[in-house]
């Protein structure tokens, strides 16, 4: 892999971060208040929406962008409603938002566009393009033929839409406010101890109500860049569970702004190996070492402890070394080798593996075998004024 | 009077949701330019209105009270379990894998054997979200919906590899053996000379998902083990404090959620006309389980009530969905509307209705 590959690599991570940091940290927000939101999905999907279609009626990108912020807040306010006002379940409200957007975006788009649940493809003037700094190559074979500092400058620094540049403002910024604001001592303070912020004579209504404000906004800055930046126009479930995704790293960035950059970076690297690498190849004594070794640990971990931990662990150590095991003597006798010859050979991870990827990272994550993360303490409860 | 009556909290409220979730439905009709009386009317008749439809409105019911149960068997020890998706793809791979492996002599006993692995492949599904949340404290909401999406992965790969014929061009697994295919309704009207069903794949299964209603009854209101999940569900604080073991409750409770989810398979798996697993198999119902418990407040008899409208949703659904050029989707805009006002506004639409059987009843207090 040569330096011009890595430099493109993380590119694409960076451009794969984005929507899921702007995610990240709605969720951040909202959940910092004490408001769970797993209709970030949804919100973002709208927002990609109606940001798409107003983008492509209006001719201005600027507008669409607008639009899909308002919807996201619209949304917002309803889980608001649901979860501040009427103190129903959070988590309901959020799946309820998620197939709402799901949904109403489809059977709208066909209403109003009828080309099959989709926008037409937005023209150039209607989107966020890249803006090149100056003095940046814009050229692919330029920029191979350049030097390291320029292929850095021209593809890594240079090039994104203006979305990229105001996502990663946001992490500063958040900061920001969560920690160097009074509104931001607050907030904290709502999502973990409400009764002690209404008792300093705060209204714990609209510290919340705000914070679900600023998740509509986020999320909906995220979804336009998904349709007016990424790609040229809304498709059908455009945002391929990007917002759960989102969740997750925040849960893996323990809820603090910085640590939700690393943690979605790490998932935009994941997608972008993802997409660039169709082809993973390994050898049958990685995948043996590697999962025999997980197996080991997990048997090691659950022996030491009590009786459901050994059925559980152990049972998931036998399926992994049962599947180590199956690949090995399959592959032994698929190549017609010798047993030890056929751990050398290298056989092709499943694509789907690749991609569930994500998914089995972030269980792991919340399995909490990777550093503790402990969530605002009165998350998820609704708060009830005491008389 | 202090409360409003039970029927009023059983009946009214679903109901006053229901309606404020088909006002709202009509709102998104008229902006596409649809008349909603007439959608309304398409709908009913794609429905009930042939033998056929019907007899898909049933099909469809019955994979959604194996899907309604699974969540409200959760529901009731205070869990959610969104991961319905995954548990009745994983239970689909099982009863193929069996079906398919083994040359079942006659369809009770294919019945038998793949019921049994797709329950069991549903409940395996979950062992690990189970687990992390009764020892670790993941959420079992996050840890469900990462198993939905590895569930899907895992069923493409089984699909496209292993479980797929030499020389078959569709991604999905061969037909299962003739002599496993489970009568469908129609096969048993055609008996007494009637052709009720149709050509609809409503079959055997729905005997078992109602017999499965009458299991969970039992479990939950019957047995100890029910009224422990119960108890954990009420308050887990006093349910250890009586002795009871979160930890086994809780993992209990979730692999008897996944079993059931599990068991759609027999349904949309065994059951259809040409019976082979297919890569969609679930086709949404674990989520719409969701909204079946929710309206059912988590009741078996409520869950068939829900079941039988959301099935008619369904159908109805696609049937508009084929004539007009309203998508299908419209489903899943109903479908959030219910879990909306059922699940998370219950208190607005509650609150309004309690105000008014409180004065009412008052009022005739005084008179008396």
Known sequence: ?387 | MDKMPKWADVVLVPVVSLLLAAIISAIVFLSIGQNPWEALKLMAYGAVGTSDFLGYTLFYATNFIFTGLAVAVAFHASLFNIGGEGQVLLGGLGAAIVVLLVPWPHWTLALLAGGSAAALFGALWVVIPAYLQARRGSHIVITTIMFNFMASGLLVYMLAGPLKPAGQQQVASGLFPEASRLPSLNDIAEMFGSDMFGRSPVNISIVIALLACVAVWALIWHTRLGYQIRALGKSESAAKYAGISAVNITMIALLISGALAGMMAINNTMGINSPQLVDNAAGGAGFIGIAVALMGRNHPVGIVIAALLFGALYQGGAELAAVTDVQVQIVIVIQALVIMFTGALDEMVRAPIEKLFLRFGRETAVEE
């Open chain 1, 1 to 387: 892999m040569d330096f011009f590959t890595f430099i493109q690599l993380g590119d694409a991570s960076v451009r794969m971060a984005i929507p899921l940091l702007l995610a990240c940290l709605a969720g951040l927000f909202s959940e910092r208040a004490g408001i769970f939101d797993i209709g970030l999905e949804g919100k973002m999907l709208a927002a990609a929406f109606l940001s798409a279609a107003v983008s492509f009626a209006s001719g201005n990108v600027w507008v669409g962008l607008l639009a899909g912020i308002g919807i996201s807040i619209v949304l917002s306010i309803i889980h608001g409603l649901a979860s501040i006002t009427f103190r129903g379940n959070q988590l309901i409200s959020g799946v309820a938002i998620n197939f709402f957007a799901a949904g109403l975006t489809v059977v709208i788009a066909q209403g109003w566009f009828a080309q099959g649940g989709r926008t037409p493809s937005l023209p150039k003037d209607a989107r966020f393009n890249g803006l090149d700094f100056p003095g940046a190559l814009t050229r692919v074979r330029d920029k191979m033929q350049a030097s390291p500092g320029m292929q850095f400058y021209s593809e890594f620094v240079s090039g994104h839409s203006i979305l990229v540049y105001i996502g990663l403002l946001t992490v500063p910024l958040s900061w920001w406010i969560l920690y160097r604001t009074r509104f931001g001592l607050r907030l904290r303070a709502v999502g973990e101890a409400p009764e002690a912020v209404d008792t300093a004579g705060i209204s714990v209504v609209r510290l919340r109500y705000s914070a679900v404000i600023i998740c509509g906004i986020l999320c909906g800055i995220a979804g336009a860049y998904l349709s007016t930046a990424v790609q040229a126009g809304f498709t059908k479930d455009m945002t391929a569970n990007r917002g759960f995704i989102a969740l997750a790293a925040l849960i893996f960035a323990k809820w603090r702004p910085w640590y939700a950059l690393g943690a979605c970076l790490l998932f935009g690297l994941f997608f972008a190996i993802d997409n660039r690498f169709q082809n993973i190849q390994l050898q049958v004594i990685w995948i043996m070492i590697l999962l025999i070794g997980s197996a080991v640990a997990m048997t090691v971990y659950a022996l030491r402890r009590e009786k459901i931990d050994v059925l559980v662990l152990g049972g998931l150590s036998a399926v992994l070394a049962a599947v180590a095991l199956i690949t090995w003597f399959g592959t032994a006798s698929g190549e017609g080798i010798g047993i030890l010859a056929a751990l050398w050979e290298t056989v092709k991870v499943p694509s789907q593996l690749i991609q569930s990827l994500p998914y089995l990272f972030v269980v792991i994550v919340l399995a909490g075998f990777v550093g503790k993360a402990i969530p605002p303490r009165a998350g998820g409860q609704p708060y009830v004024k005491e008389r």
